[in-house]
Nanobody
Framework: QVQLVESGGGLVQAGGSLRLSCAAS????????MGWFRQAPGKEREFVAA??????????YYTDSVKGRFTISRDNGKNTVYLQMNSLKPEDTAVYYC??????????????????WGQGTQVTVSS
């Protein structure tokens, strides 16, 4: 099992920044991909960003609406993944969830390809 704990959410004005953190513990050696999803009220959970790693290298993915504004990164030593969010917009308001996968599938944008989820952290962007 892998446990994920998010932190860093809050209230910010449009144009501001926040950094989310996701600390992983447990069988972290079994995971090869971590990501962030978000869910706004009345909407489905949607993909935001993911980072994949392997012995041969890694990849980073973003949904189009956050490219150039959000940055996902990973600190191996701390088993922590970060989501730096800049130039925030009211439409970024949502509960943000950290997630991890043990699978080798490519479809990183699908919630069904992840095995573990955090409890979520609220991000609210005021206009």
């Amino acid at each position: 099992q892998v446990q994920l704990v998010e932190s860093g959410g809050g209230l910010v004005q449009a144009g501001g920044s926040l950094r989310l953190s996701c600390a992983a513990s447990g069988r972290t050696f079994s995971t090869n991909r971590m990501g962030w999803f978000r869910q706004a009220p009345g909407k489905e959970r949607e993909f935001v960003a993911a980072i994949r790693w392997s012995w041969s290298g890694g990849n980073i993915y973003y949904t189009d609406s956050v490219k150039g504004r959000f940055t996902i990164s990973r600190d191996n030593g701390k088993n922590t993944v970060y989501l730096q969010m800049n130039s925030l917009k009211p439409e970024d308001t949502a509960v943000y969830y950290c997630t991890a996968s043990e699978r080798s599938t490519y479809d990183y944008w699908e919630t069904s390809t992840y095995d573990y989820w955090g409890q979520g952290t609220q991000v609210t962007v005021s206009s």
